[in-house]
């Protein structure tokens, strides 16, 4: 599987967008990218997925480059309720669940 | 919407004992794993399984064992338990190769070895 780097950490305030990039140079042909959020004392949750181009939800875009080597999740307008760990995983399509978490991005929201 | 439960938030152990983790999916989903979280480690996987009765090591299975016995539950048991293992537990499940990528995790047990 394709070891992603992200950043430590990130400060936003309120009403910014913030831009997380996620550098996966190994990605294969069968790979997805894939974004979870994770809440104190809570389990991961799933926000984003895609292959290539860009993607959106109800909760964030993820831009997906020609050459797929890196990811970038955006989240429009964040406010408080958006502070948490952002993880960027590579999954295989028949690997059905043993993904690589990393350390994941702490984003902090302030006023 | 699916729902992943696990018995505990929280639990405190002795050195030695013998724990068991519960965790419940309502979905049918044929896969469930086991993660522990530790500060600046991210999730690590203990085991996962993949039909009932079935089960494939982690990455760090060492201590620990499975049970899947029906297809919703899976279980964790830490044989001898010792403070090493002192950790947040994460179970989550897949409904196979449906959605590869997401997974359903549940709220987490918070185990302390003392």
């Known amino acids: 599987l394709a070891k992603t780097t992200q950043p430590i950490s990130m400060d936003s305030y309120e009403g910014q967008e913030v831009n997380i990039t996620c550098s996966h140079n190994?990605?294969?042909?069968?790979?997805?990218i894939t974004w979870y959020q994770q809440f104190p004392s809570q389990g991961p949750r799933f926000i984003i997925q895609g292959y290539k181009t860009k993607v959106t939800n109800e909760v964030a875009s993820l831009f997906i480059p020609a050459d797929r080597k890196s990811s970038t999740l955006s989240l429009p307008r964040v406010s408080l309720s958006d502070t948490a760990v952002y993880y960027c995983?590579?999954?295989?399509?028949?690997?059905?669940?043993?993904?690589?978490f990393g350390a994941g991005t702490q984003v902090v929201v302030t006023p | 919407d699916v729902k992943v439960t696990q018995s505990s938030r929280y639990l405190v152990k002795r050195t030695g004992e013998k724990v068991f983790l519960e965790c419940v999916q309502d979905?049918?989903?044929?896969?469930m794993f086991w993660y522990r979280q530790d500060p600046g480690l991210g999730l690590r996987l203990i085991y996962f399984?993949?039909?009932?009765?079935?089960?494939e090591k982690g990455d760090i299975p060492e201590g620990y064992s499975v049970s899947r016995e029906k297809k919703e539950r899976f279980s964790l048991i830490l044989e001898s338990a010792s403070t090493n293992q002192t950790s947040m537990y994460l179970c989550?499940?897949?409904?196979?190769?449906?959605?590869?990528?997401?997974?359903?995790f549940g709220p987490g047990t918070r185990l302390t070895v003392t």
């Open positions: 989550a499940s897949t409904p196979g190769t449906a959605n590869p990528g997401r997974e359903y």
């Open positions: 979905m049918d989903h044929e896969n």
């Open positions: 190994n990605i294969a042909t069968n790979d997805y």
């Open positions: 399984s993949y039909d009932v009765k079935m089960k």
């Open positions: 995983l590579v999954v295989r399509t028949d690997s059905w669940g043993k993904f690589q």
